[in-house]
């Protein structure tokens, strides 16, 4: 049997097949854009399901599928009236709309309620404060709004007829109760928002329907095709990544960097919340995870490579780099500082650079910068609880041998590098293939899909080395942000 990980990301989206063994069968991609204008960051939802159907007919015209899981992006939502039309473009999560609708809903029922019931520090990122601003500021539009549905919930209801978002979905709104699981009445009730418009919470794995005879007609699918449930993105690629234990994270290093690790108890610290980190229900009963987010993670060396060595390959940079640390400590603040620092403000810095540094030891300067970035995460959860003792690296940095033994040696840890390139869709496959009963388990998916390419052990001269430059490199944030305050005046 073959089994498709729909993975719908904000500009574009994937689909990809693999068979009942794990086995990389097909994979088929579309681009789309999202307009940032005005201050106002917007994607069109009828044109991201126009390139879902088209990567569909795409793979099923290549492979025959059992069933297709859904992950995608969070935050973002979708307002369709009765007739299942898209009302107004999608606002993004960095759109700066929302904020005020945030202060109200905090006054009207406290920030640490909120923060509590929810799992996450109010902010206009989430959905429900941006539902509450067009409710406010587009009342026209409100008043014909017979759903709302994030991503995963709106692609599953237009190929199935039938509404339901998964718990970690549903937790990037603001308004799920992550303890029972539930839509929150009293979070509701404070917005002035009726639940009812929104889709059914389930817990993944859930098999939503079959594709409708009309889309199967429209793409030329000839069986029956199951649309299940899967996850948000960055927990279908901690499933993926085999990543099922208490103290065990994945690694995922694209453009962003995001560790995401599994812990059993949600922590009560309100410092927690404050940093920035939030608490996000998990595939397995009584489990969570939460998300430690670097913004700079490949796309430092991405800047590197292409503004100052243009003519080389990421796997020629890597040859040139020398065994020891560098001697540079590098901020990696590219664009702004995510957990813990939640500071947007913040700015770059090199610091330790002489005439006697090469090229070479800035790129490898950049790798350290970044991995000091996550071990200032790591040892932050670990205050709150949450101890990640190895890490599954995913993601295109997860390709640099050199870049993961110098995360083992900062870390500190063993750190595992997966021969899966695309995480999440495996993860999604791995959900649909349970649901449909192919595995009984995601314990017996996993031995079929997540295979290990190898293990980088800490060299322990190294790591010594560099808990001196980490010790050092903590100084650097709080020493450089009055400076970079002064260049913004």
């Not at 429900?128 to 709004?145: G, Q, S, T």
């Not at 060595?309 to 901020?331: F, H, R």
């Not at 040892?379 to 190895?390: A, M, Q």
Request: with cysteine; hydrophobic share 40%; net charge negative.
């Amino acid at each position: 049997m073959i089994i498709g990980g729909l993975d719908v990301g904000t500009t574009g989206c994937k689909l990809t097949a693999y068979d009942d063994k794990g086995n990389f069968i097909y994979n088929s991609y579309k681009e789309y854009e999202v307009s940032r204008h005005s201050g106002e960051h917007e994607f069109d939802a009828s044109v991201i399901f126009d390139a879902v159907c088209e990567v569909i007919k795409d793979t099923t015209q290549k492979c025959e599928l059992s069933a297709i899981g859904v992950t995608t992006f969070g935050e973002s939502f979708i307002a369709l009236d009765e007739n299942d039309n898209v009302l107004m473009p999608s606002m993004l999560y960095t759109d700066p709309r929302g904020e005020e609708e945030r202060k109200m809903l905090c006054e009207a029922l406290g920030e640490e309620k909120i923060t509590y019931i929810s799992g996450v520090k109010p902010h206009q990122m989430y959905s429900l404060p941006k539902i509450m601003w067009i409710k406010n500021n587009r009342p026209e539009v409100f008043a014909k709004i017979k759903r709302i549905m994030l991503m995963e919930d709106y692609i599953v209801y237009k190929l199935t007829g039938n509404a339901y978002i998964d718990y970690s979905l549903a937790a990037r709104t603001m308004a799920f109760d992550i303890r029972n699981k539930c839509w929150s009445d009293e979070i509701f009730d404070a917005a002035g928002i009726d639940k009812k418009l929104l889709s059914a919470p389930v817990a993944a794995f859930n098999i939503a329907g079959e594709i409708k005879a009309e889309i199967s007609e429209k793409l030329g699918i000839k069986n029956c095709i199951k649309i299940v449930n899967g996850a948000h993105d960055q927990v279908a690629a901690a499933v993926g990544s085999g990543v099922f234990e208490v103290g065990q994270a994945v690694d995922g290093t694209g453009t962003v960097e995001c560790v995401t690790p599994v812990f059993d108890k949600i922590p009560e610290s309100e410092k927690l919340y404050a940093e920035g980190y939030s608490v996000v229900p998990y595939v397995f009963e009584g489990t969570y995870v939460c998300y430690a987010l670097s913004f700079t993670g490949g796309a430092a060396l991405k800047w590197f490579r292409d503004n100052f060595s243009k003519d080389k390959s990421y796997a020629e940079l890597d040859s040139a780099v020398k065994d020891e640390p560098s001697g540079i400590l590098i901020l990696p603040h590219f664009a702004g500082a995510a957990n813990p620092y939640m500071d947007n403000g913040s700015k770059a810095a090199m610091i330790g650079i002489t005439l006697e540094h090469t090229d070479a030891d800035i790129y490898k300067a950049l790798m350290e910068g970044v991995t000091y970035e996550i071990m200032t995460n790591i040892e932050h959860l670990e205050s709150f609880g949450i101890k990640p003792e190895k890490l599954y690296a995913t993601g295109g940095g997860a390709s640099s041998d050199v870049w993961l033994q110098i995360k083992a040696d900062i870390l500190n840890r063993p750190v595992t590098a997966l021969l899966a390139k695309e995480a999440g869709a495996c993860g999604t496959c791995m959900m649909a293939g349970v649901a449909i009963g192919i595995y009984k388990d995601l314990y017996e998916a996993k031995s079929a899909f997540v295979k290990e390419k190898e293990t980088f052990i800490p060299n322990f001269d190294n790591a010594k080395k560099y808990k001196k430059c980490y010790n050092v490199y903590k100084k650097i944030y709080d020493a450089v942000r009055p400076i970079a305050a002064d260049i913004d005046r």
